[in-house]
C-alpha cells in the first residue's frame, strides 16, 4: 500500500498520506507545516473515523489530477 501522496509528489513534495479535514468533511491527503499540500482522495468522508478505516484498508480512490 502507498503511503505517499501521489500528487504531492507530482508536486515536488516528499509527504506521508494522512487523514485531512475541510468544509466538505475528512479527506486522504498530505499536509507540511504550511498546511494542506494535496487532497490525494476522490471521496470525503463524513467521521475521521470512516476515512481511516479507508487508508487503512486502501478502500479510497486516487485522484489523479489536482
Do not use: H
Not at 500500500?1 to 504531492?8: C, S
Not at 506521508?16 to 482522495?41: C, D, H, W
Amino acid at each position: 500500500m502507498n503511503t505517499q501522496g501521489i500528487l504531492a509528489a507530482e508536486s515536488g513534495f516528499n509527504l506521508e498520506l494522512q487523514i485531512l479535514k475541510s468544509g466538505r468533511g475528512f479527506y486522504i491527503g498530505t499536509a507540511n507545516e504550511m498546511g494542506p499540500v494535496s487532497r490525494e482522495s476522490e471521496e470525503y468522508f463524513r467521521t475521521q473515523a470512516k476515512a481511516t478505516k479507508a487508508l487503512e484498508n486502501g478502500t479510497w480512490t486516487q485522484r489523479f489530477w489536482s
